[in-house]
């Protein structure tokens, strides 16, 4: 599924390479773009379907409007992102660690969130329907007003964090 | 080859679509239900059934096997002779076939239970209820449940750590990360050590 790699070693910064190709595409698919450093990037309003950012580092990227389906972040690290209004579906973030990002506003439907790290992160307003946060560690983490129906948050280590206005009846703590 | 994943609002499962990028004979894999959507995503990419795989066989998915069969002309596979009414490939031991036109290797996992099976495609997993994200499907016994974790280990891990799982319940995962993530792999190793 995953058919090119994108040039350049690893730990390389790939954030021109990346603001080139969305210069000419609306999406990208079927891409391994792991172990890269992005930085400043702008994500909004594209697309990636069947693409791996495994072990990637993320800073100051924007994510607002994008819509990610079968993309996996796997062990990434993400500093002071924004994914506002995202639409995802069966996106892994398993083991990333989030750092001041904010996902407000945002419908993850069904992803992966297990292993996690996030410290001062705001899920407010967002969906999380089916979504697992199993063995998450959460430090001063919101969530207020989600759709957390069918999200699974079993074994995760919370301080801090704020459930309100939110279906908890309807998750498994 | 496309993946298509389609969360079923009827059965609560996932369901999987497989076939190649141009639309002709796909697979579905794990049906617990034939809606209207479902017919409506295989127009929309012009997709024909050729197969249904089934991971591991439950009521619902029976009758959508059944219903499946009076529209395509499908073969079934699966770890049983027969799908309610309708004849299985029955896959007992690991193998490569040809599905579809499509390239799947299938290995079962009696660890779960006898008639479950798991099947690769390129570099991706299809577990259906056996092996989900962040834990592993009902087992009977720790016996089996340590069974099932070396077969994960041996079978599936060989194939690289970033393959890909897609489940029959949650969100994708990867091999990378069950192993890494879920206490299941991780208590193993630690029993080794000890």
Same mark, same amino acid.
């Given at each position: 599924?995953?058919?090119?790699?994108?040039?350049g070693?690893?730990?390389?910064?790939?954030s021109?390479?990346?603001?080139?190709?969305?210069?000419?595409?609306?999406?990208?698919?079927?891409?391994?773009?792991?172990?890269?450093?992005?930085?400043?990037?702008?994500?909004?309003?594209?697309?990636?379907?069947?693409?791996?950012?495994?072990?990637?580092?993320?800073?100051?990227?924007?994510?607002?409007?994008?819509?990610?389906?079968?993309?996996?972040?796997?062990?990434?690290?993400?500093?002071?992102?924004?994914?506002?209004?995202?639409?995802?579906?069966?996106?892994?973030?398993?083991?990333?660690?989030?750092?001041?990002?904010?996902?407000?506003?945002?419908?993850?439907?069904?992803?992966?969130?297990?292993?996690?790290?996030?410290?001062?992160?705001?899920?407010?307003d967002?969906?999380?329907?089916?979504?697992?946060?199993?063995?998450?560690?959460?430090?001063?983490?919101?969530?207020?007003?989600?759709?957390?129906?069918?999200?699974?948050?079993s074994?995760?280590?919370?301080?801090?964090?704020?459930?309100?206005?939110?279906?908890?009846?309807?998750?498994?703590? | 080859?496309?993946?298509?994943?389609?969360?079923?609002?009827?059965?609560?499962g996932?369901?999987y679509?497989?076939?190649?990028?141009?639309?002709?004979?796909?697979?579905?894999?794990?049906?617990?239900?034939?809606?209207?959507?479902?017919?409506?995503?295989?127009?929309? #990419?012009?997709?024909? *059934? +050729?197969?249904? =795989?089934i991971?591991?066989?439950?009521?619902? @998915?029976?009758?959508? /096997?059944?219903?499946?069969?009076?529209?395509?002309?499908?073969?079934?596979?699966?770890?049983?002779?027969?799908?309610?009414?309708?004849?299985?490939?029955?896959?007992t031991?690991?193998?490569?076939?040809?599905?579809?036109?499509?390239?799947?290797?299938?290995?079962?996992?009696?660890?779960?239970?006898?008639?479950?099976?798991?099947?690769?495609?390129?570099?991706?997993?299809?577990?259906?209820?056996?092996? #989900?994200?962040?834990? *592993? +499907?009902?087992? =009977?016994?720790?016996?089996?449940?340590?069974? @099932?974790?070396?077969? /994960?280990?041996?079978?599936?891990?060989?194939?690289?750590?970033?393959?890909?799982?897609?489940?029959?319940?949650?969100?994708?995962?990867?091999?990378?990360?069950?192993?890494?993530?879920?206490?299941?792999?991780?208590?193993?190793?630690?029993?080794?050590?000890?």
């Open positions: 599924m995953f058919e090119t790699t994108l040039e070693g690893r730990g390389s910064d790939a021109a390479r990346i603001q080139e190709i969305f210069h000419h595409e609306q999406r990208l698919y079927r891409l391994v773009a792991e172990r890269r450093s992005f930085t400043g990037v702008d994500f909004s309003d594209h697309a990636t379907m069947w693409v791996s950012f495994a072990s990637s580092a993320f800073t100051s990227c924007n994510f607002v409007g994008s819509h990610l389906e079968n993309t996996f972040f796997d062990f990434a690290r993400f500093e002071d992102c924004d994914f506002g209004d995202l639409n995802a579906f069966n996106v892994s973030f398993a083991g990333a660690r989030f750092n001041r990002c904010s996902f407000i506003g945002a419908t993850m439907d069904q992803c992966n969130f297990n292993g996690i790290d996030a410290k001062s992160c705001d899920f407010s967002s969906s999380l329907r089916r979504t697992r946060f199993i063995n998450a560690r959460l430090t001063d983490v919101r969530y207020v007003n989600c759709d957390v129906s069918g999200a699974i948050f074994f995760s280590h919370r301080e801090g964090v704020v459930f309100k206005q939110s279906n908890v009846e309807d998750a498994r703590l | 080859m496309k993946i298509i994943s389609h969360h079923c609002r009827f059965s609560g996932n369901v679509i497989c076939g190649p990028d141009d639309g002709g004979t796909a697979l579905i894999i794990d049906p617990g239900a034939f809606p209207r959507e479902l017919i409506e995503v295989l127009t929309f #990419h012009r997709y024909e *059934l +050729g197969a249904v =795989v991971t591991h066989p439950e009521e619902p @998915m029976i009758h959508a /096997v059944e219903t499946i069969a009076r529209v395509y002309r499908i073969e079934v596979f699966g770890g049983v002779d027969r799908i309610g009414s309708i004849p299985c490939r029955n896959i031991e690991e193998e490569e076939l040809e599905i579809a036109g499509l390239p799947v290797h299938a290995i079962p996992m009696p660890a779960h239970s006898r008639e479950s099976v798991v099947y690769r495609m390129e570099e991706v997993f299809f577990t259906g209820p056996i092996i #989900h994200a962040g834990t *592993l +499907g009902r087992t =009977v016994n720790a016996y089996a449940q340590a069974l @099932m974790v070396s077969t /994960v280990r041996d079978r599936m891990a060989r194939f690289g750590e970033s393959s890909v799982i897609l489940p029959g319940i949650g969100p994708a995962t990867t091999i990378r990360a069950e192993l890494n993530l879920t206490p299941f792999y991780r208590a193993e190793v630690d029993d080794i050590r000890v």
